[in-house]
């Protein structure tokens, strides 16, 4: 069985349970079910419910007629009460909430990709070229990052990548670039470079 944490579509989620994945998501507040069975659950973990409950809604007991889990849970970071729904009967309900919260790490993840990475488009859209080309954007980005701490530069990360994919054909110095340092000496001046063109 493998984990699918989507949206609510009581089609789509039925046919998920069909082919033995099992789903976890979030609850709309205005979902119809009856309760059929209430199982014992530990308050200190912040589980305030574990039900069986079968849909009651005209096009979602249609959609969906075998029965579901209902999960309760009170989360003490954000300060709010989480209704989960899943078709998995065997794991424990802290689990279930612990899923749906790794999942939420996942998206958070994204998003930072997304503001972050600067991956406005892909090369390749195969499984290998997307991760490939993920994986060279965290990569330079860790890098700039080393350098903008060994360097101790007030500018963000940013900025710093903006210098840089406006300067990377140019022959100077990172540290030159990004501070107001004169690299420039006599001896560059005057080098001992042969002239193939005397004017």
């Given at each position: 069985m493998?984990?699918?944490i989507g949206y609510l579509d009581f089609d789509r989620l039925y046919l998920l349970n069909l082919f033995h994945a099992f789903f976890i998501i979030r609850a709309k507040s205005?979902?119809?079910f009856r309760r059929l069975y209430s199982h014992p659950i530990d308050k200190s973990t912040g589980l305030r419910c574990d039900q069986t409950i079968a849909l009651t809604g005209i096009h979602?007991?249609?959609y969906y007629p075998e029965q579901l889990r209902r999960v309760r849970f009170f989360d003490k970071d954000t300060d709010?009460?989480?209704?989960?729904?899943?078709n998995n009967f065997i794991l424990p309900a802290y689990a279930i909430a612990q899923l749906y919260k790794c999942r939420w790490q996942i998206e958070?993840?994204?998003k930072w990709i997304k503001q972050h990475l600067r991956i406005k488009s892909f090369y390749g859209t195969s499984e290998n070229a997307v991760k490939t080309q993920v994986w060279i954007a965290i990569s330079i980005y860790v890098l700039v990052a080393i350098i903008k701490k060994r360097l101790n530069l007030d500018m963000s990360l940013y900025t710093f990548l903006q210098i840089l994919s406006v300067t990377e054909f140019e022959k100077v110095s990172i540290y030159q670039l990004l501070t107001e340092f004169d690299?420039?000496?006599?001896e560059d001046l005057y080098s001992k470079q042969l002239k193939l063109f005397e004017l």
């Amino acid at each position: 069985m493998r984990l699918v944490i989507g949206y609510l579509d009581f089609d789509r989620l039925y046919l998920l349970n069909l082919f033995h994945a099992f789903f976890i998501i979030r609850a709309k507040s205005n979902l119809q079910f009856r309760r059929l069975y209430s199982h014992p659950i530990d308050k200190s973990t912040g589980l305030r419910c574990d039900q069986t409950i079968a849909l009651t809604g005209i096009h979602s007991a249609e959609y969906y007629p075998e029965q579901l889990r209902r999960v309760r849970f009170f989360d003490k970071d954000t300060d709010k009460n989480l209704i989960f729904l899943s078709n998995n009967f065997i794991l424990p309900a802290y689990a279930i909430a612990q899923l749906y919260k790794c999942r939420w790490q996942i998206e958070l993840f994204f998003k930072w990709i997304k503001q972050h990475l600067r991956i406005k488009s892909f090369y390749g859209t195969s499984e290998n070229a997307v991760k490939t080309q993920v994986w060279i954007a965290i990569s330079i980005y860790v890098l700039v990052a080393i350098i903008k701490k060994r360097l101790n530069l007030d500018m963000s990360l940013y900025t710093f990548l903006q210098i840089l994919s406006v300067t990377e054909f140019e022959k100077v110095s990172i540290y030159q670039l990004l501070t107001e340092f004169d690299y420039t000496t006599q001896e560059d001046l005057y080098s001992k470079q042969l002239k193939l063109f005397e004017l």
